[in-house]
């Protein structure tokens, strides 16, 4: 099945420095990827969406500035926290979409997610 | 009101009790997903629905689009069941929209 790696798995950086986040896709190519943040006991909020080639879509309120996405190839989306403030602690998880083999629906396929605290 | 509402929010069971885990939505969908995540957060994709029924080992997912219902039924519970399960729908963006998980312990 479609897999997407993603690494780190865990990080602590000092505030102020930059946190970069990759997810792969192993064995399928991923023209569209999404980007989630996660707190403690809550649900998934979407950050952006990334289409390979283009530029990401931020959803409201969230600094585009801040979440540098880029998906220049269609195996490879990066997610860089810059600046990084303890705020932005968090669990940030990436998802790709997956086109079916039959029917019309995509499928998705997650990341096993960054755990990132910033000190 | 959320869009997807998931119930219960917690469920404790003792080992080889049946467990239901409802979905409902009220929004238009392309296809529902259930979704599995383990304490480590790692997320595991369960199923994709858009009619009927569907089964895997001992999980069953079923969805009535009528009624825009969705249950997720795990037969013979086990610990390594436990975990948070999340209800998510696609919509006709491509985008998932997700329920705010059950988070389902199950005792030995």
């Known amino acids: 099945g479609a897999v997407v790696s993603q690494h780190p798995s865990r990080v602590i950086c000092k505030s102020g420095t930059s946190v970069k986040i990759e997810c792969r896709s192993l064995d399928f190519q991923a023209t569209t990827m999404f980007w989630y943040r996660q707190f403690p006991k809550q649900s998934l909020m979407l950050m952006a969406t990334s289409n390979e080639g283009s530029k990401a879509t931020y959803e409201q309120g969230v600094e585009k500035d801040k979440f540098l996405i880029n998906h220049a190839s269609l195996t490879l989306s990066t997610l860089t926290v810059t600046s990084a403030h303890p705020e932005d602690s968090s669990f940030y998880i990436c998802?790709?979409?997956?086109?079916?083999?039959?029917?019309?629906?995509?499928?998705?396929?997650f990341g096993s997610g960054t755990r990132l605290t910033v000190v | 009101k959320n869009e997807v509402e998931q119930s219960p929010q917690n469920l404790t069971a003792q080992e080889g009790e049946f467990i239901t885990i409802n979905c409902s939505y009220s929004v238009g969908i392309s296809a529902l997903h259930w979704l599995q995540q383990h304490p480590g957060g790692g997320i595991v994709s369960l199923f994709m629905l858009s009619s009927g029924k569907k089964k895997h080992g001992r999980l069953i997912a079923t969805i009535n689009i009528q009624e825009k219902h969705s249950s997720l039924h795990i037969t013979a519970s086990h610990p390594r069941d436990s975990a948070v399960y999340i209800c998510a729908v696609g919509n006709s963006k491509g985008k998932l929209i997700f329920g705010t998980g059950t988070r389902l312990q199950v005792f030995p």
């Open positions: 998802s790709a979409r997956v086109l079916p083999k039959t029917g019309s629906n995509y499928g998705y396929t």
